[in-house]
Structures are given as C-alpha cells and as structure tokens.
C-alpha cells in the first residue's frame, strides 16, 4: 500500500473499514491487544507514509458522510471530503471558513493535520475552526470540545493521530459568497510578495514561486469575496462563482492525471518559518534551483497565516507557510535528490526557528 506521496510502501496486518465510532473502537482495542499499531487512512494524501502501517490500517471511507446541516454548522464523518461537504453546504449558501486548495481529502485527516488554506491568514487553520469532535480515546469513543474533554480536543486537533483517532467532527460555517475576484499580482521577490499578503484586505491570498526565463517569478493571489478595488500592482482579474473558484484545482488534477505526472512520487518539502526570517530562506532556497528541482507538476507555494489556538501544531509566532511541493518527473531531480533536499530545507528552517509541517517528505536526520 502506497500513500500519494508514493514513496513509502507499507502492507497492513489488516486493512478495518468501520461504519461507526463503536466498530472504529472496537478495531482500535483489537489492534492494541494484538500488540498492532492502527493508523487512520483517509484518501491516503500523506507523502512519506504518514497514513501507511504494517499494523491496522483503518480506513475511514465508511466514516464519511454529512449527517446534518445547520445555519452555523455541520456535522460530518472524519472520512468525509470537503468536496462532499461544500457539496452540502453551498446549496444553502454556507462554507467552512478555510478549505484546502485540493477538495479530494478528508475532514479527519486535515484536522489531524491542522489543514492550511487561502483564508488561513484570516480564519486561522481548519483545526481552529472546529466546534467539536467524536474521537476514540484508549478504545472507547468520546466527545469534546472547548468545554467537554477540552485536552483531547487540544491533543487531536492537529495531533497527525497519535492521541486519538477523530470519527467526527461538527465544523464551523460562515456564509458564502456567490462569486469572487481573483486578483493577479507580480512581486518583485520573497520580500516583495510576503508584503503584498500583509498588507493587502482579501479574503483568500496565497504565493507561488514560478519558472521563468530569467530565473524565478514571484507572483500574489489575491481574492475578494466581495465589492472592492482590486489591489495595487493587480495585472489580471478573473471573475468565477464561488464554487468554481473553490474547486480551482480540479482542471490542473485532471491533466496531471492525463499526463501520468499525479501517479508520480510527491516528495514534498513544506516548513513553517518565522515572518522574519521568511524572506530570506525563500530567496536563498529559490535561488539555488531550477525547475528540474520541482518537476513537471511541481509547485512552490509561500502563504503568511494564522494558526489559532491548536497547541499540537507548532508553529513560530507570525508563521509562513514554504512549501516545496514536488513531483519526480521523468528527466527532473530523482526521488533522492529531492529529499536531501527537503532535508536541507528543513535544516535551515531550524536554523532559525521554523518547524516542518509534517505531511512532508523529511527522511531523518544522519549523524
């Protein structure tokens, strides 16, 4: 069995497909007196076998499922997409307040994460935006939240499963706009673009960093959810319905896929730097690359946040997201290669106070 990052292999004892929390607990409480390890596995998004075992694999597709839809909130399976649960919501002109920028992945396994997307500047992670969950704890199922059991909602939220498997969870909503402006703006450098998300007022801002003909470029998204100018130095506006912009992705998925590059080995490197160190390690990391660095279907994200109050995801205060999330193309750096490099990466991000963010690919330190 194989995660999306593709490089890890890993064949389960036993491969549980619970249907509730109680089948989830009890496959839990098997699995610790057999002396096996379960690991939850949503759609297996992970990229160095996060949600890979020799143990129980739990797979929490039948978790999934929205069981109900309020005016602030609904309450959905942990294996549950965000595509399944917008599909709830719009029609009712609501939205979780941050989506990942890929709708394919599961409600438990970003929440396990902490799950970062466009609005996270704004909203925080989706781990903080979680009004309370169903978890088994110790194999048996309980409920928390703020006010209930508050140390399991702190130790699962953003704790990659490893103090509790979440089988549900109630998520905040807000209302969705009908449509939106994405908003295009070329940046200078690493500096020039971590101001640009400062200092701009949308509602989803995110940075890449692209291949060009004189090196790299950097480039702003900045996206209004309603009236307003678009931002200074805005090259190229596009106008879309909410629900098209929330699903962006989908046309460049597909055409990865049609060219073999999504089968491919995802050796991410992602990091969580201090504000004021991020300009630096950007630049310096980007200037020593070049395109054959990241692959055919690669990408270099850069994205200042929030995280909130989710004590399990560590973060430096004022944290920016760098992520170097790449594919091993055919005539582009080998597998290896990359992960000495998201290696490296990870060594100067220590070096001056970040952290990984741990759905990456880091093979352990030597020495």
């Known amino acids: 069995m194989r995660d999306f990052g593709g490089i890890i292999e890993r064949s389960p004892a036993r491969v549980v497909r619970p249907e509730s929390a109680?089948?989830?607990?009890?496959?839990?409480?098997?699995?610790?007196?057999?002396?096996?390890?379960?690991v939850p596995r949503g759609l297996g998004h992970s990229t160095y076998g996060q949600s890979l075992t020799s143990g129980v694999s739990l797979d929490l597709g039948g978790l999934a499922g929205v069981r109900d839809v309020g005016p602030d909130r609904a309450v959905v399976g942990a294996g549950t997409s965000w595509r399944a649960v917008l599909a709830a919501t719009l029609p009712l002109g609501l939205t979780p307040p941050v989506l990942t920028d890929h709708l394919d992945?599961?409600?438990?396994?970003?929440?396990?994460?902490?799950?970062?997307?466009?609005?996270?500047?704004?909203?925080?992670?989706?781990?903080?935006?979680?009004?309370?969950?169903?978890?088994?704890?110790?194999?048996?199922?309980?409920?928390?939240?703020?006010?209930?059991?508050?140390?399991?909602?702190?130790?699962?939220?953003?704790?990659l499963g490893r103090h509790g498997v979440i089988t549900a969870a109630t998520l905040r909503l807000v209302p969705a706009p009908d449509r939106v402006l994405s908003c295009t703006v070329p940046c200078r450098d690493a500096a020039d673009l971590l101001r640009v998300q400062r200092e701009t007022a949308a509602e989803h801002i995110a940075g890449r960093v692209?291949?060009?003909?004189?090196?790299?470029?950097?480039?702003?998204?900045?996206?209004?959810?309603?009236p307003g100018e678009p931002p200074a130095g805005t090259v190229e506006t596009e106008e879309l319905s909410y629900a098209d912009f929330a699903d962006r992705m989908r046309p460049d998925v597909e055409e990865l896929i049609a060219l073999g590059e999504w089968a491919r080995p995802h050796p991410w490197g992602i990091v969580l730097l201090p504000a004021a160190a991020a300009a630096a390690v950007i630049g310096s990391t980007v200037a020593g690359m070049t395109a054959a660095d990241i692959g055919l279907g690669g990408l270099i994200v850069?994205?200042?946040?929030?995280?909130?109050?989710?004590?399990?995801?560590?973060?430096?205060?004022?944290?920016?997201?760098?992520?170097?999330?790449?594919?091993?193309?055919?005539?582009?750096?080998?597998?290896?290669e990359m992960l000495a490099a998201n290696r490296a990466l990870l060594d100067r991000a220590e070096a001056v106070g970040g952290v990984r963010y741990a759905v990456d690919s880091v093979p352990p330190a030597t020495g």
């Open 22 to 38: 109680r089948e989830a607990a009890a496959a839990i409480r098997e699995a610790a007196a057999q002396g096996l390890e379960p």
């Open 210 to 226: 692209k291949p060009s003909e004189d090196g790299w470029a950097y480039e702003a998204k900045a996206v209004l959810y309603g």
């Open 302 to 336: 850069v994205k200042a946040l929030r995280v909130g109050h989710v004590p399990m995801l560590a973060a430096p205060g004022d944290p920016v997201l760098f992520g170097m999330l790449r594919t091993a193309s055919p005539g582009c750096a080998s597998v290896a």
């Open 105 to 159: 992945v599961t409600v438990g396994g970003t929440v396990s994460a902490g799950g970062i997307g466009g609005t996270s500047h704004r909203y925080g992670t989706q781990a903080e935006n979680v009004l309370a969950l169903e978890v088994v704890v110790d194999g048996e199922p309980v409920t928390c939240s703020p006010g209930v059991r508050p140390d399991v909602f702190d130790a699962v939220r953003g704790g």
